[in-house]
């Protein structure tokens, strides 16, 4: 029993044990919430190569329309060049997986399932960026595909402009 003459001493503040502790839970939860933000920033990418490449090719429309050619579709002059590297800008910026390829005007096309040839056309273009958040690409092609795909699709051959 305390004797009413003797004051009870409190200490006050924290032991460093137990700021560690607190310390540590901070580090857990802050990594936590950090990988998560990592996620959400490559979805975020990977939304925006597929903005980018959808609205190429409907400029890609528009362009044919206006000069009956697809020759500078990849050109960073035009609207469909800048496009493409926006969405170069927003995937994975590797120059041997993105490609933007556009035809020299030769070559047919044909319907394969019924082997009847179309009339030649002459102007085909594709493009393919590797997106961010999964190791996957986006291709966007001249027949109007816009699609999500395991591997490139595209070989850099000047027979090969759409996405397989």
């Given at each position: 029993?305390?004797?009413p003459?003797q004051k009870?001493s409190?200490?006050?503040?924290?032991?460093?044990?137990e700021?560690?502790?607190v310390i540590?839970?901070?580090?857990?939860?802050?990594?936590?919430?950090l990988?998560?933000?990592?996620t959400?920033?490559a979805?975020?990418?990977?939304?925006?190569?597929?903005?980018?490449?959808?609205?190429?090719?409907?400029?890609?429309?528009l362009?044919?329309?206006?000069?009956?050619?697809?020759d500078?579709?990849?050109?960073?002059a035009t609207?469909?060049g800048?496009?493409?590297r926006?969405?170069?800008?927003y995937?994975t910026?590797?120059?041997?997986?993105?490609?933007?390829l556009e035809?020299?005007?030769?070559?047919s096309?044909?319907?394969l399932t019924?082997?009847?040839?179309?009339?030649?056309?002459?102007?085909r273009?594709?493009?393919v960026v590797?997106?961010?958040?999964?190791n996957?690409?986006?291709?966007?092609?001249?027949l109007?595909?816009a699609?999500v795909?395991?591997?490139?699709g595209?070989?850099?051959?000047?027979?090969?402009?759409?996405?397989?």
């Open positions: 029993m305390l004797n003459s009870l409190i200490q006050k503040g924290f032991t460093l044990i700021l560690l502790v540590a839970i901070i580090g857990v939860l802050s990594s936590i919430v990988s998560s933000l990592n959400a920033r979805k975020g990418a990977d939304a925006a190569v597929k903005q980018q490449l959808a609205g190429m090719r409907s400029a890609a429309a362009l044919y329309e206006t000069s009956g050619s697809f500078t579709v990849c050109d960073g609207d469909t800048r496009l493409y926006a969405a170069y800008a995937g910026q590797n120059t041997n997986s993105n490609v933007c035809s020299d005007g030769s070559g096309l044909y319907n019924a082997a009847v040839p179309f009339p030649p056309i002459a102007e273009w594709a493009t590797q997106l961010k958040g999964n996957q690409y986006f291709c966007v092609d001249y109007g595909t699609q795909q395991a591997g490139r595209l070989d850099n051959s000047p027979s090969d402009y759409n996405c397989n």
